[in-house]
């Protein structure tokens, strides 16, 4: 944004939080790193030991655990005890939206057990895992057998369980959708304590479709089933810098994967984008290749996984100088290539993290804990990070990328910027997100028949204003931003800060189908609705039981016919919610 663009801010007058976040750094040297690193040697150890067990063994204490869940269950009372939530600690979730439902006084189910990958099926491609299992340790154990999952998402500590009730994306959603596009099956225990099993194509078909994005609002994912798709060693990789308007460097991306003639041939396995200026990106295209073509004489082999590489972003960046450039870099070092500095929020974290005496001296300490880092922030850091920090996905249909970042630049002008595409899938019955309706009658660019193609827009990072020591309303901008989408068909991931009201939020998401299934499945006075628990601000059992009672006595939307008849499979029925 050039000076003469830019809106005319006045300053702001700096406090003591803006101190203590500027040498944060020194708890996060002393005491974040070493706590983080034991974490995460004590949690592969866990791991290492799980994985030697017996599929038998597996099995057996898997069903256990989920009785241990069902006992709990119907030890609650419903006169006396509050709405039913996990045991886990709100800061151990990777998310920055606050877990402030916790507050209130509420039931809590542990399920720290289910954290173990029970079986890889070769036969049937299918991988069957509980929801605690993350990327790290899924992509441990399939890699190695030239497995993997269709979509991983980048960073470690990011769960299964997460990923389906919320939201995971990956540079393979291009041809894969969405994180929960890949489940075939899910395990789940009721509110009442029944463990059912929802497929497409069951009779608790609606539930299939309603678990993605409800936040374990309809009942405790216990496991899931989700395809794998064979993979080869290395990940060959292309870089090509752009240069333009923002528009220019949207269309460059867009052509990076979705060919205008629309030959399969030119789509790569896996894309990415990174806008670093409003006039500066680098479009990344991967496809998988064998270590016979790897080792090939001339090629070049970066193990970007190492303590001592480059931070990613970074070494990506080297392309606006070098121009375009190809290299091969192992297949799980790709997939989680995005951990060690937690995108470029680690630059923010320690500034000199990016240094090469701190990368080959402390470099394999990193990253932090997400959760430690949220643990050791009181409530003014943390409201600081809220006003003065930004972390969002902004989900936009793939033609309006352009417009999506004109408007994040003009609103809050962080960079570096990720693109990455998606399918929004067309499904038989209307989910909380949806394509635009007729999308594929245009069949504009990317679109498939049976899917629309959407993009994350990720903004993370400290915006301009805040660097120039400019006043910056972060509530505000986030406001401006939700109107922005739902304007625009647009939709915003859950885990974030969210300022949405309800009216907003269900403008946003389509509630047809989740109320349905609250109310069938017994979810309403036992589960916490999917708005309040991502609604800003601390919760109390009396605005909980009011919300709970509002939500029986004044429906969304009109229950459509086919929600009468519990026992057909949805996938029968061409049917749009309305």
Known sequence: MSDLEAPLRPKRKKVWVDYFVQFRWIIVIFVVLPISCTMYFLTYLGDVRSERKSFKRR??????????????????????DGLVCTARKPYIAVGMRNVDYKRARHFEVDLSEFRNVLDIDRER????????????????????????????AELDDLTVGGLINGYGIEGSSHLYGLFSDTVVAYEIVLADGRVVRATKDNEYSDLFYAIPWSQGTLGLLVSAEIRLIPVKEYMKLTYQPVIGNLKDLAQAYIDSFAPRDGDPEKIPDFVETMIYTPTEGVCMTGKYASKEEAKKKGNVINNVGWWFKPWFYQHAQKAL??????EYIPTRDYYHRHTRCLYWEGKLILPFGDQWWFRWTLGWLMPPKVSLLKATQGEAIRNYYHEMHVIQDMLVPLYKVGEALEFANREMEVYPIWLCPHKLYKLPV??????????EHQRRQGDTEDAQMYTDVGIYYAPGPVFRGEVFDGAEAVRRMESWLIENHGFQPQYAVSELDEKKFWRMFDPSLYEHCRNKYGAVGT?????????KGRKTEKE??????????????????????????LVLLDIEVV
């Open 59 to 80: 099995q057996k204490e898997h069903d256990e655990n989920v009785q241990k869940v069902v006992k709990r269950l119907k030890q609650r009372n419903p006169s006396k």
């Open 125 to 152: 491609m299918i991988a069957r895992v509980e929801p605690l299992v993350n990327m790290g340790q899924i992509s441990r154990v399939t890699v190695p057998m030239n497995l993997s999952l269709e979509v991983v």
């Open 321 to 326: 100088e070098k121009g375009e450039f190809v």
């Open 430 to 439: 209307k989910t909380m997100v949806y394509p635009e309706p007729g999308f």
């Open 527 to 535: 589960f916490m609705s999917v708005y309040y628990k991502c609604k």
């Open 544 to 569: 909980v039981q009011e919300a709970e009672q509002a939500c029986l006595e004044t429906p969304y939307a009109e229950e459509s016919v086919w929600f009468s008849l519990s026992t057909t499979p």
